[in-house]
């Protein structure tokens, strides 16, 4: 994957990465996330189309959903490795 | 049913026997097929003596599916093996193009009977011939014996195991029904057996180019699924990483080198019998059978004074375009007998570019020659020629 | 009025990243070729994920796939994967686990791959119960070559070969898959990623024939001649019409125009491998040396 670079968001417990060259602007993560961390992006990437970005970053648990959905590997999810739940 | 990987001994055994027999000493370790007349045998003694030494015997829903698992076992790590006849063959023509593509170590072997379509289930035929070089769509060469005897059966078998592991593809073995159900002497020692074994790859995972040939053509080293080295082995044009690059260069490069990797090794890869070639001013080219009937027409006309020789061929693809060559410099006449309308005889016909006479001995299928035509056809040369 | 403006978290933008499965793919041969909204990536990831969970490095598990969009897996993934013939994944794929039985094997095709050519070997397969994982993407059309209909697209459905709409039944997968002998049968679509991949890791671990059906978008050949809209339309369609039912009859999981989408566990047994009773019915009969 030759992607310039990669933009990554703090979250309560870990992080969320996007790479938004990678992104073929499917739509999935930001309609499906559980907790609606992210919106389309104003800007296009370099294949013309709008990436996801985090609008919420508080409200991202880290769930992974968007990790798992995304077909082209474009966005991720870090969490912490010792945190305290929050729930 | 005795045991052991190689029968030592002599036995009285049909061709098809032999030849399930050679697969277990070359060290078969999957043979997967689908039943059809007259390759049943080869089936059913492997069903029963390949367990016997730890190996699998599946018997496939189809001769298409039988030659994808021999494929797959291969990579695996096994030598593998089908057996089929002219209907089965049809069907696993595809998957054989995947093997050649793949560059993929096995044996096909192919008994042939009366055709075209079901013809004649239970006859000699020997109409698959120009099947075994072209039948697979895109260009490719292809290795194909053909045994005469039992006792060729085993040996032929042998040496397709090796072959295959040695330019890696499918090898075939082009029998047919007489030589497979004839029942003849068959002496096994394994002192004169000899086992080409697969070679690892040159290089470690990583550095490993898949399809990187070596001075001969041919790929350097098989990995082993599983063994760390990951390979990507697919049927499309691909790169010497195995990836598929869909361009003209590419399949220039990878066509022309499996073509070659066998074609530039045809006089290692030639294998015939001469008999009284020396100096005949005719000779029979033949094979399989009909070598064994053209002996009696042999001694027929040797015995009217005819200066006859024979020349049967036991490496029939790549055909030994060259020692014919070289005959029709000298010979008045070639005659081919073969249980076709007329297969072989088109490559005499090109090798000797009309520096000789050819003259086909066609048989429809379904018995063999009646030796009295082949010595028919002789004198019909011998006199065009004077 | 004033426009209210938001305020964007603002990320930190580092040189790129792996990405953490990455270790799973040829990464030299991405991005992929399918379409944007298409599911296979979805599929794909999930393989990924599953495969990290189950803990099975590179050299665990090989995969095998057939001829169309959804068979071009194989070629992303960085274990031993092997491009086959139209309809016989299957079959080289039983050839693999017979030489290398401590492994695991995965067929990871298409619905006409492995139904329409391939449906001979599938059923045989199942019947042996030979151990491999056949994950089978099902977007109810042949996509790679157009967007023909196939032996899942749901009667009335259009595809360059039924400009008229398909007139034929389709075979309803889990159902297929349970009667000739499957040991584990589940149904997802690419909305249900999680699930998805928790159904992948049970099916490559349980030991048998297992399989997965994938539901996925086609946007560009199915979902746009059945005006499907675009891949996360037909995503929302599945949000809509998806029930959840584990252990549900899988006869009751047909799928015809406006019906529910029946997905799940639908079955799981226990039956000896082809292997476990090859063992002991015909290689132990013969005390020969075990595989």
Same mark, same amino acid.
């Given at each position: 994957?030759?992607?310039?670079?990669?933009?990554?968001?703090?979250?309560?417990?870990?992080?969320?990465?996007?790479?938004?060259?990678?992104?073929?602007?499917?739509?999935?993560?930001?309609?499906?996330?559980?907790?609606?961390?992210?919106?389309?992006?104003?800007?296009?990437?370099?294949?013309?189309?709008?990436?996801?970005?985090?609008?919420?970053?508080?409200?991202?648990?880290?769930?992974?959903?968007?990790?798992?959905?995304?077909?082209?590997?474009?966005?991720?999810?870090?969490?912490?490795?010792?945190?305290?739940?929050?729930? | 049913?005795?045991?052991?990987?190689?029968?030592?001994?002599?036995?009285?055994?049909?061709?098809?026997?032999?030849?399930?027999?050679?697969?277990?000493?070359?060290?078969?370790?999957?043979?997967?097929?689908?039943?059809?007349?007259?390759?049943?045998?080869?089936?059913?003694?492997?069903?029963?003596?390949?367990?016997?030494?730890?190996?699998?015997?599946?018997?496939?829903?189809?001769?298409?599916?039988?030659?994808?698992?021999?494929?797959?076992?291969?990579?695996?790590?096994?030598?593998?093996?089908?057996?089929?006849?002219?209907?089965?063959?049809?069907?696993?023509?595809?998957?054989?193009?995947?093997?050649?593509?793949?560059?993929?170590?096995?044996?096909?072997?192919?008994?042939?009977?009366?055709?075209?379509?079901?013809?004649?289930?239970?006859?000699?035929?020997?109409?698959?011939?120009?099947?075994?070089?072209?039948?697979?769509?895109?260009?490719?060469?292809?290795?194909?014996?053909?045994?005469?005897?039992?006792?060729?059966?085993?040996?032929?078998?042998?040496?397709?195991?090796?072959?295959?592991?040695?330019?890696?593809?499918?090898?075939?073995?082009?029998?047919?029904?007489?030589?497979?159900?004839?029942?003849?002497?068959?002496?096994?020692?394994?002192?004169?057996?000899?086992?080409?074994?697969?070679?690892?790859?040159?290089?470690?995972?990583?550095?490993?180019?898949?399809?990187?040939?070596?001075?001969?053509?041919?790929?350097?080293?098989?990995?082993?699924?599983?063994?760390?080295?990951?390979?990507?082995?697919?049927?499309?044009?691909?790169?010497?990483?195995?990836?598929?690059?869909?361009?003209?260069?590419?399949?220039?490069?990878?066509?022309?080198?499996?073509?070659?990797?066998?074609?530039?090794?045809?006089?290692?890869?030639?294998?015939?019998?001469?008999?009284?070639?020396?100096?005949?001013?005719?000779?029979?080219?033949?094979?399989?059978?009909?070598?064994?009937?053209?002996?009696?027409?042999?001694?027929?006309?040797?015995?009217?004074?005819?200066?006859?020789?024979?020349?049967?061929?036991?490496?029939?693809?790549?055909?030994?375009?060259?020692?014919?060559?070289?005959?029709?410099?000298?010979?008045?006449?070639?005659?081919?007998?073969?249980?076709?309308?007329?297969?072989?005889?088109?490559?005499?016909?090109?090798?000797?570019?009309?520096?000789?006479?050819?003259?086909?001995?066609?048989?429809?299928?379904?018995?063999?020659?009646?030796?009295?035509?082949?010595?028919?056809?002789?004198?019909?040369?011998?006199?065009?020629?004077? | 009025?004033?426009?209210? !403006?938001?305020?964007?978290?603002?990320?930190?933008?580092?040189?790129?990243?792996?990405?953490?499965?990455?270790?799973?793919?040829?990464?030299?041969?991405?991005?992929?070729?399918?379409?944007?909204?298409?599911?296979?990536?979805?599929?794909?990831?999930?393989?990924?994920?599953?495969?990290?969970?189950?803990?099975?490095?590179?050299?665990?598990?090989?995969?095998?796939?057939?001829?169309?969009?959804?068979?071009?897996?194989?070629?992303?993934?960085?274990?031993?994967?092997?491009?086959?013939?139209?309809?016989?994944?299957?079959?080289?794929?039983?050839?693999?686990?017979?030489?290398?039985?401590?492994?695991?094997?995965?067929?990871?095709?298409?619905?006409?791959?492995?139904?329409?050519?391939?449906?001979?070997?599938?059923?045989?397969?199942?019947?042996?119960? $030979?151990?491999?994982?056949?994950?089978?993407?099902?977007?109810?059309?042949?996509?790679?070559?157009?967007?023909?209909?196939?032996? !899942?697209?749901?009667?009335?459905?259009?595809?360059?070969?039924?400009?008229?709409?398909?007139?034929?039944?389709?075979?309803?997968?889990?159902?297929?898959?349970?009667?000739?002998?499957?040991?584990?049968?589940?149904?997802?679509?690419?909305?249900?990623?999680?699930?998805?991949?928790?159904?992948?890791?049970?099916?490559?671990?349980?030991?048998?024939? !297992?399989?997965?059906? $994938? $539901?996925?978008?086609?946007?560009?050949?199915?979902?746009?001649?059945?005006?499907?809209?675009?891949?996360?339309?037909?995503?929302?369609?599945?949000?809509?019409?998806?029930?959840?039912?584990?252990?549900?009859?899988?006869?009751?999981?047909?799928?015809?125009?406006?019906?529910?989408?029946?997905?799940?566990?639908?079955?799981?047994?226990?039956?000896?491998?082809?292997?476990?009773?090859?063992?002991?019915?015909?290689?132990?009969?013969?005390?020969?040396?075990?595989?």
């Amino acid at each position: 994957m030759v992607t310039a670079l990669t933009k990554r968001w703090k979250t309560r417990h870990g992080f969320l990465f996007i790479q938004e060259d990678e992104c073929k602007g499917c739509g999935f993560c930001i309609e499906f996330c559980p907790k609606k961390v992210l919106e389309a992006s104003d800007r296009f990437n370099a294949k013309g189309y709008f990436p996801p970005r985090v609008v919420d970053a508080d409200a991202c648990v880290n769930c992974t959903f968007c990790q798992l959905i995304c077909p082209d590997f474009a966005i991720w999810s870090e969490k912490d490795e010792v945190g305290s739940d929050d729930a | 049913m005795p045991e052991g990987r190689i029968l030592k001994g002599t036995h009285f055994l049909n061709g098809d026997e032999a030849c399930a027999e050679g697969a277990i000493a070359a060290g078969c370790g999957l043979f997967a097929g689908y039943p059809i007349t007259p390759q049943s045998e080869i089936a059913e003694r492997i069903a029963e003596r390949l367990p016997q030494v730890g190996g699998t015997f599946i018997q496939m829903e189809d001769e298409i599916s039988s030659m994808a698992a021999i494929l797959g076992g291969a990579w695996a790590g096994l030598k593998t093996m089908t057996a089929t006849s002219g209907p089965g063959f049809s069907l696993m023509m595809e998957n054989l193009g995947l093997g050649l593509m793949t560059e993929t170590p096995c044996v096909l072997v192919n008994i042939q009977r009366g055709g075209p379509s079901t013809g004649l289930p239970t006859l000699v035929g020997q109409a698959d011939m120009m099947q075994a070089r072209w039948g697979s769509h895109g260009d490719y060469a292809i290795i194909a014996l053909c045994p005469s005897s039992p006792q060729e059966s085993f040996e032929l078998t042998i040496r397709a195991f090796n072959l295959a592991e040695t330019y890696r593809l499918p090898v075939l073995v082009l029998s047919d029904e007489v030589v497979g159900h004839m029942y003849e002497r068959v002496v096994i020692d394994p002192d004169r057996i000899e086992i080409v074994e697969r070679c690892p790859p040159n290089r470690p995972p990583g550095e490993f180019r898949l399809y990187e040939p070596g001075p001969d053509l041919s790929p350097q080293g098989m990995p082993t699924f599983g063994d760390g080295h990951r390979v990507h082995v697919t049927g499309l044009t691909h790169d010497e990483r195995g990836y598929p690059i869909i361009d003209a260069e590419t399949q220039h490069r990878l066509v022309t080198r499996l073509k070659a990797k066998i074609e530039t090794h045809a006089d290692a890869l030639e294998s015939v019998e001469e008999i009284d070639v020396d100096d005949a001013e005719i000779v029979i080219v033949t094979y399989g059978i009909s070598a064994r009937t053209s002996l009696g027409a042999l001694r027929d006309a040797q015995e009217r004074g005819w200066k006859v020789g024979m020349l049967r061929l036991i490496t029939v693809w790549p055909f030994p375009a060259g020692r014919i060559r070289a005959l029709a410099d000298r010979v008045a006449g070639f005659v081919v007998p073969e249980i076709n309308l007329g297969q072989i005889v088109l490559e005499v016909e090109r090798a000797a570019a009309g520096r000789a006479a050819v003259r086909s001995v066609p048989h429809a299928g379904g018995a063999i020659h009646d030796p009295e035509t082949i010595v028919a056809a002789i004198e019909e040369v011998l006199r065009d020629a004077s | 009025m004033p426009v209210k !403006t938001k305020k964007l978290p603002v990320p930190e933008v580092l040189p790129a990243r792996t990405h953490p499965m990455q270790g799973y793919l040829r990464v030299d041969r991405l991005p992929h070729i399918w379409c944007s909204g298409c599911g296979l990536g979805t599929a794909l990831s999930c393989f990924t994920y599953a495969l990290d969970e189950l803990g099975l490095t590179c050299a665990d598990v090989g995969v095998v796939s057939g001829i169309g969009c959804t068979g071009r897996a194989a070629g992303y993934l960085n274990l031993d994967s092997y491009h086959t013939t139209h309809g016989r994944a299957i079959p080289f794929a039983t050839g693999l686990a017979v030489g290398q039985p401590e492994k695991k094997v995965v067929v990871f095709s298409g619905d006409g791959d492995l139904f329409a050519i391939g449906g001979n070997h599938f059923i045989h397969a199942a019947r042996r119960n $030979i151990d491999i994982t056949v994950l089978c993407v099902n977007n109810f059309n042949y996509g790679m070559t157009g967007g023909q209909f196939g032996p !899942t697209t749901p009667v009335g459905a259009r595809g360059t070969t039924a400009p008229y709409g398909n007139s034929e039944n389709p075979f309803n997968l889990p159902y297929l898959a349970a009667s000739s002998g499957a040991v584990y049968v589940a149904r997802w679509t690419t909305l249900d990623a999680r699930r998805l991949k928790t159904a992948m890791v049970e099916a490559i671990r349980k030991p048998g024939f !297992t399989f997965v059906e $994938i $539901i996925s978008p086609c946007p560009t050949n199915y979902g746009r001649r059945n005006r499907l809209g675009d891949g996360l339309d037909e995503l929302r369609y599945y949000a809509e019409r998806s029930v959840i039912r584990h252990g549900a009859d899988p006869k009751d999981a047909d799928l015809y125009p406006g019906s529910e989408i029946l997905v799940g566990r639908f079955l799981e047994r226990e039956r000896p491998t082809f292997l476990e009773m090859y063992e002991e019915q015909i290689l132990q009969k013969n005390h020969s040396a075990k595989k």
